[in-house]
């Protein structure tokens, strides 16, 4: 029907016809899926989540004396960061606690500043204490450096995130008798609410559930900035059991993306305190989809109601990695608010900020509708539903 | 009937009186603590639902500022951080007030600050800790 180069020469002369992922669900409704495909040809999806799997490297420039901080120790703000690499190259993850948090010591932890707030604050262009350790060698003979830096004077910063964008993701619920503290936020009691976490009808994964157009190389929003899908996430899981229509009924593909931290924006990463669990980086993600042919566009079409996810217990079946669901659920059941699970009502709540998406969504579209953002051809696929590739537990063999 | 939630600080001399008792006993108001505890700067401080005909109200709160009690409206002090908050819902189904909630249509997060309960929920389990407690 269209290729991206197409498109492209569209989005040059401004010509291009761009919908969100929310638009295209009523236009498709409204005009069929064979008039739609004719008239649109991109669709933006977005999601704007918490995505612990993400961080950050940088280049802080070398100092005079030089330093190989490569094998030493480096903290940003008490946060410290993984130095396993040469001398001025270090990564800091969004997980990542100051030496001296409690953590859970105190249960639960508040989990008020780590890795992720650290990547926010550089992003927004605050001052941030670095403070390094050295062996010393001869070419590197400095052993301590103790200095603020700033993202304008970094050579690189970069967001490097190894798993973000969730194509669906499990509801959460407690069976047991006291509150639990999970990724998934706080569980009440017996049921006392359910918790999701995903843009549903906006994801960008469950709007092109078989990687048709998405795939390595795909220039994406990030951060709000721009960005790349580096390759496919890690613990991708295209295999698992899909709906006709196509959807994934339970956790499935995942995004491994890279971009320039330097042009992104702290409205779009968000440190964020999971109580009882950890720091975690809420991130801001946007995927062209562009409409190639009918089916792409039938599939960027499903709504809420087409995509189900499984309601999985974490007090106990969670921990101990025990196989099975509670019971299955779409989006739109979700967004009402309330669900029935084992004959009780119970309430619901995203962590994924739907608004926030929308908002990503329109971002994205503005962007290719002025002209500022052109489609890249991904150069390779991601591992297919049909490729066999899985997802595995450790196989433990203990120690001799 | 008139009810009211409200927030009293008892300065340090009046922490050992028996003031909510003269409420009922006095001024026939029904109370409903919501929230009580004495602060670092000894200071008591207590959430309370009041609840009576709109004179003996009346009387009540000036009763309670004759006798030296600070009265503030609970809306004043469980506020959201609006550059924190994300929108993102999770502190819905906590909510034992019904306090906040998602709208439908914009999918944003209301506060209704006149539900609220300050039950202090919601300040530690949302992700940004934008719910602020200014007591």
Known sequence: ?400 | MISKRIVLHFPHRLVNQPIVYKLVKDYDLQFNILKAYVTQQEEGLMVIELAGKKENFNRGIEYLQSSGVKIQPLSQDVIRNESKCTDCGVCVPICPSGALAVDPLTRKVHFYDNKCIACELCVKTCPTRAMEVHF
């Open chain 1, 1 to 400: 029907m269209r290729s991206i180069k197409e498109i492209n020469e569209k989005i040059k002369k401004g010509q291009v016809v761009a919908v969100t992922a929310e638009e295209v669900i009523d236009l498709v409704k409204k005009k069929g899926v064979k008039k739609a495909a004719q008239e649109v040809d991109v669709v933006t999806t977005g999601t704007f989540g918490p995505m612990c799997s993400s961080g950050a490297y940088f280049n802080i420039g070398h100092s005079k004396p030089r330093i190989k901080i490569g094998g030493g120790t480096c903290k940003f703000n008490d946060v410290p960061a993984y130095c396993g690499f040469a001398a001025v190259d270090v990564y800091l993850g969004a997980t990542a606690v100051p030496d001296d948090d409690p953590r859970n010591k105190v249960f639960p932890g508040e989990f008020k500043y780590g890795g992720a707030h650290v990547i926010q604050e550089i992003v927004a262009g605050k001052d941030i204490r670095l403070e390094a350790t050295a062996y010393g060698t001869d070419c590197y003979p400095r052993k301590k450096l103790e200095t603020l830096i700033n993202i304008k004077d970094l050579n690189e910063a970069v967001l490097f995130n190894m798993r973000n964008c969730y194509q669906n993701y499990n509801v959460a619920v407690n069976l047991s008798d006291k509150a639990i503290y999970t990724y998934m936020g706080m569980l009440k009691p017996k049921l006392g609410n359910a918790n999701y976490c995903s843009a549903g009808q906006l994801s960008p994964l469950l709007k092109d559930p078989y990687y048709k157009t998405i795939g390595v190389g795909t220039k994406i929003f990030l951060g709000g900035g721009i960005g790349y899908i580096a390759w496919h996430g890690t613990q991708h899981n295209p295999s698992v059991k899909r709906k006709e229509n196509g959807v994934p009924q339970a956790p499935a593909g995942t995004l491994a993306v890279i971009g320039d931290l330097k042009q992104m924006s702290p409205e779009w990463l968000v440190g964020t305190g999971m109580l009882g669990y950890g720091v975690t980086l809420i991130v801001g993600i946007g995927v062209p989809i562009p409409v190639l042919n009918e089916n792409i566009l039938k599939y960027a079409a499903l709504a809420d109601g087409d995509i189900y996810t499984q309601i999985v217990d974490y007090s106990q079946a969670y921990p101990q990695v025990v196989p099975g669901s509670l019971g299955e659920v779409n989006y739109a059941q979700l967004k009402s608010g309330r669900i029935n699970l084992q004959g009780k009502d119970i309430p619901t709540g995203n962590l994924s900020s739907y608004s926030k998406a929308r908002a990503i969504c329109e971002e994205l579209k503005d962007w290719i509708k002025k002209g500022d953002f052109l489609l890249s051809e991904p150069v390779a696929d991601l591992p297919q539903a049909e490729s066999g590739y899985t997802f595995k537990l450790l196989k433990e063999r203990p120690l001799a």
